[in-house]
């Protein structure tokens, strides 16, 4: 999956939006087979590669169309309750779905801390934080946002963290975790490893060093 097809996810809505897998639907119906899916791997939105050849990256880049069609059944249900926001945040509202994605991408993985930013990460992290057992959470505030609090962050930061968002797109959000989470650790000589990025919107687990290339991160 190309870095524009991610860009066009961004700016989806309140309404319905069509992403990558209904076009494909709307593809295979018509007998046709997405250009970048075979047999289920896609192309790496982090640009890491998608087995273990040269150029390093992660086996697990892997969209799950279960989170998608997840997204739409929540975001379509309004005989009950008013949707407000963003479908691809009401992903993690479904707790039961949203967890079992992340196992199927997470489970074999060594962290204790996910990181996230803004209202994205508020949503997803403390879930995942207490679906993994011994795992804390800290939130890293967005840039230029004034509040009463001087803290960058807020939350827990252990030895091996990984960062958690909804997609990547130029990177920007993954760069200010990945600098604040830095800074903070270094200021008090506190010894932290990154391990690698979640993408719960797709399902996608992008390791260390499949991010690092990409976004040329020290």
Known sequence: MTDDVISTLMTAGATAWECQFCAEKKQREAGDE??????????????????????????RHVRDPRTHELSHELSHDRS???????????????????????????????FDTVVGVGVSGAVAVPILAQEFPGVDFLIVRKDRVFTHSFCAAEGYLGKHWIFVDDVVDTGATLRRAYNVVRSLADDVEFDTTFVGAYLYCWGIWNDAKAVREKFELP
């Open 34 to 59: 997405p250009d970048d899916v075979a047999d289920g791997v896609a192309d790496d939105p982090v640009g890491g590669g998608s087995g273990g050849g040269s150029g390093g990256g992660t086996e």
């Open 80 to 110: 009950r309750k008013l949707s407000l926001g963003s479908d691809y945040l009401k992903i993690p509202w479904d707790r039961k779905r949203f967890c079992a994605a992340a196992h199927r991408q997470l489970d074999g993985i060594v």
